[in-house]
């Protein structure tokens, strides 16, 4: 055919003589000749089957609805065989076998099933009708009259080899009383024996068939039989894959929020199959999974106004899926959400309903909160809780995840395993409480915990904790507790939180205030220095260029420079900073630069600029 393809004259008469030449199959030499190879009919006639499909595929190539009619007259007067009609559906087009396929049923009814067990046959047409649409006043009828074969099937194997197929042609032709017929049909068929155990496959690929063409959820979770269906896949990797196939389907087709409580429940049994799957020995990746699948059914589900409802349907999540860490951050950031929108709903000012609501909300992300293991997840989610809390005036829940932060700072390990590689986690340490401070600010303080107790708290813990040996990181974050306590000292704050009154409307520039403030300033000052004077060898003196450098921005930033004391200690900072010709000289220029720009509305900046030397040339 690739070498002559459109020459068919040969074709038609090689089909003819095969014919003619098949009744001799059932005569006494071929019989005997079986007997004497020990070879069973069934067996024999399987040898056949390339040379017809290739004859057949040939005849059909370009070839016209009519030459199928043609084919169809011959095999009625010469020859009705199963191995014949198989082979005919295999070669021609699905259209041309649809628009047939009720004169295919009755050949089927009627032909040889000698050696070719008719159950294929049901099959084959199957595999064509799913392909292509038979005519509508057809698709009933048809089922009606193959279904009423199948279902009289005995074997489990050939039983299920049709059912698979025609599972489809169910689910995409008709409603759900039938596909539901079907389900239960199969059930009742693979239950006895527990035959299904042996068919898991076919059970995964009736089950993939019919999401694929059903996407109404609270239709498929009403089917009686569905359910019952998926308690067949009793081991556990295979009903933990068919779970994954549902909820992907649901994520994908369930294009609006639901409350459904049919939906809601098939699913999460759904989910907590896949969750209680998850062991000591799944794979991260595996893990990772399940957790985004379990996730994506959380974000489709929405109670609308109620949000009552919503919280008790997150408590539900959170027992029902307490292994999985994923999980759990994402229960949180709802909880959060809900507590903000209900914020946004009562525009700030809550009623004594709402504000309790807010602060359960808040107690539900505290006691969630250390179940986790990543200890700077726990870390990230016990300051947005806080930060959450605070916008909604649940100070006593604000403080209580703030002091939860600060006491979990001590336990961060030194080291943690990223990907396999050990790294330090002063970086990441860093940056939270970098993060901390600007939310510090604006919190409000405890009249019976003292001046900044939460601040104090903070410095306690970064003084006792076991810092790598030459790291800068406690030097770094006192210079930012520095910038910090300037905002402090200011009489008006740069931010604050919506109808929370802050230290500067607290305490409003309250000599006592501004004076513990300075201590707590001069103490760090000190300790900067200290730690500055001890980096004096080797690498250590790079380390004290830049930390240097940071703390005289520190000063220009946030500094007196009217006061003379201040200007000369920004003035010896400079000068070490560029002591052992270590300091990147892009970034002196550019701090020049910044001094310089400054001293154009400043005299006192503009005097210091002036003996800020270079003594390195520009790069």
Known sequence: MVLAPNIHNHLLPCFNDFLSCYSQLQGDSVQNMLALQRLEMPQYLTLYSPALDWLLQCIAHNSSEETLIKILDKCQKQCNSALLLNSIMGAFKPEYVANKAIQFTEMIKECEETGFPKHYLHRSLGLCLVLADPPDNQKLSLLNEVWKVVMKLKNPTDYISCAEV????????????????????????????????????????????????????????????????????????????????????????????????????????????????????????????????????????????DFEQQLSYYVECRASFSNLDLVLVELIQKVNSLSMHTRNVVKGNHSRKTAAFVRACAAYCFITVPSLENIFTQLDLYLLSGQVALLNQCLSQADANFKAAISLLADVPKVLDFDGKIRSTDSMFVTFVSNFLSTLLVVPDNPDQGVLYLVRGLLNVLQDYSWEPNSTAKITLYIKVLAMLSAVSQDDY???????????????????????????????????????????????????????????????????????????????????????????????????????????DNKKFQELASKMPLLQTRT
Not at 558 to 567: A, L
Request: glycine letters at 4%; aromatic letters at 10%; one cysteine or more.
């Open 494 to 600: 740069p931010y604050h939180v919506d109808k929370v009154d802050s230290n500067d409307a607290m305490y409003g520039s309250d000599p006592k205030f501004l004076n513990e403030v300075q201590k707590v300033c001069g103490t760090l000052l000190s300790e900067v220095l200290n730690q500055l004077t001890t980096l004096q060898d080797g690498e250590n003196l790079k380390k004290q260029s830049a930390l240097a450098l940071d703390l005289f921005m520190c000063l220009v930033a946030h500094g007196d420079m009217e006061q003379e004391s201040m200007f000369l200690f920004a003035i010896n900072l400079w000068g070490l900073a560029q002591k052992h010709g270590l300091s990147d000289t892009k970034v002196m220029v550019r701090h020049l630069d910044y001094v310089k720009k400054k001293g154009r």
């Open 166 to 305: 025609w599972i489809e042609y169910v689910v995409k032709h008709f409603g759900k009383r039938e596909v539901n017929t079907i389900l239960g049909d199969i059930t009742k068929h693979m239950t006895p024996d527990r035959a299904f155990e042996d068919f898991y496959p076919q059970l995964q690929s009736v089950v993939t068939k019919i999401l694929s063409h059903q996407h109404d959820f609270s239709v498929l979770f009403t089917l009686e039989k569905f359910l019952p269906f998926i308690d067949m896949f009793q081991k556990d990797s295979v009903k933990t894959e068919v779970c994954k196939n549902i909820t992907e389907s649901f994520i994908k087709y369930q294009t609006e929020s639901t409350n459904d409580p049919v939906i809601l429940n098939a699913m999460m049994f759904v989910c907590k199959t896949m969750h209680d799957s998850v062991n000591a020995l799944t794979l991260d990746d595996d893990r990772r999974v399940i957790s985004n699948l379990i996730c994506g059914f959380i974000h489709k589900v929405s109670f609308g106004r």
